[in-house]
């Protein structure tokens, strides 16, 4: 038992990556569930999500990793560091696509050095990878991708989470659990909510012609699969978080008008060739610009990708992990959001 539970009685977690769109759920949803929990973040990063006072906050400089071992030798709430450490730290677009490397994989390997030499490796260290790792599925039987999945990532992004998950399970003494979630959406979410308000406007944009299956999961599923993960004890273990069904393109086209009041919508499909041609022109936009875009080439292979069917019965027989919110009910909730943002 660490010092800071025999004081509070709390398991004490640590979220690095807070401030990001997932990253507030998580800090709101440890807080409920009775932890002391404490927020790593950029002094730059927005809190405006992280608004309890109850929060700890951890200001990190990723790029000095003596500066982060001041900073936990600093405000740790024990020499033993935290109960559990929770990394949603990432990026999902860059200028520069060595930047990738760099944010995806350099900051969690070298924070797990500076854990080490510290002594502060915690009980549970939950990785946030992504589906991408796993690369393109069987696009000929539409089979679902696995936890026994072969990884053949073809995005700079998909790599960079790959390299980390491969760092992370190499590492002496170090108890992790990875998840690889599949499209989260909810509140506060950007690029589904491009998505929506494009619908809102009449157009629904899909890319190629050949059937395309996708899957999500709306944000609260995956926090709180997170901790039912950390509370069941599973260690060294990999995980996909999906809901457990796939949806057409005009399926989700069609939830997302009911919920905004059964908008009259236009399908537009763009032909692959097309799709990598406006990919490329917005690239370039972003670099001109020095602005990561959403439409890139590594973007492109990833809309390309028409089989996202998976399998997640291994964290449902392992933690019970199941999907409160099927995509009708995320979307309702989501466009909500999204409604009152656009009327204040």
């Known amino acids: 038992m660490t010092q800071n539970q025999e004081n509070t009685g709390k398991k004490t977690v ?26 790593g973040v950029r002094a730059s990063t927005s809190r405006r999500y992280l608004n309890d006072e109850r929060l ?31 990394w949603n730290l990432g990026a999902t677009k860059c200028v520069n696509f060595l930047d990738f490397n760099r944010i995806n994989y350099c900051y969690v390997r070298d924070f797990i050095k500076v854990l080490t030499e510290c002594g502060m490796l915690p009980e549970r260290f939950l990785y946030m990878s992504s589906l991408s790792a796993l690369g393109p599925g069987d696009e000929e039987n539409y089979a679902p991708l696995t936890a026994s999945t072969i990884p053949r990532p073809n995005t700079g992004y998909g790599l960079s989470k790959m390299k980390a998950e491969t760092f992370i399970e190499t590492s002496a003494g170090l108890n992790w659990i990875i998840f690889r979630p599949t499209g989260v959406y909810g509140p506060h979410e950007k690029d589904y909510l491009m998505m929506i308000q494009s619908i809102d406007r009449h157009f629904d944009f899909g890319v190629g012609y050949k059937r395309q299956m996708l899957t999500f999961i709306y944000v609260e599923d995956l926090v709180n699969a997170i901790f039912d993960a950390l509370a069941a004890g599973v260690n060294k273990k ?18 997302v008008k009911k919920a905004l009041g059964g908008r009259w919508v236009i399908p537009v499909k763009l032909p692959l060739w097309m799709a990598y041609i406006a990919s490329v022109c917005a690239e370039k936009w972003g670099r001109i610009r020095m602005k990561a875009t959403t439409l890139n080439r590594d973007k492109f ?18 933690f019970g992990f199941h999907a409160d919110f099927p995509l009708e009910r995320g979307i309702e909730k989501t466009v909500g959001a999204y409604l009152r943002a656009k009327k204040s």
Not at 16 to 37: K, P, S, V
């Open 14 to 39: 640590l979220v690095i990556g807070a401030g990001g769109f997932i990253g507030g759920f998580i800090a709101a949803e440890a807080l409920r569930r009775g932890y002391d929990t404490w927020a």
């Open 56 to 86: 700890h906050f951890l200001e990190l400089d990723y790029d000095n990793p003596v500066s982060v071992k001041e900073a936990l030798l600093k405000n740790a709430p024990s020499e033993r560091g935290w109960d559990y450490i929770i």
């Open 238 to 255: 990999k995980y996909i978080i999906s809901e457990p069904r796939a949806y057409t393109q005009t399926e989700f086209r069609n939830l």
């Open 301 to 318: 292979k990833i809309m390309r990708q028409r089989n996202w069917n998976c399998d997640v019965s291994d964290a449902q027989r392992d």
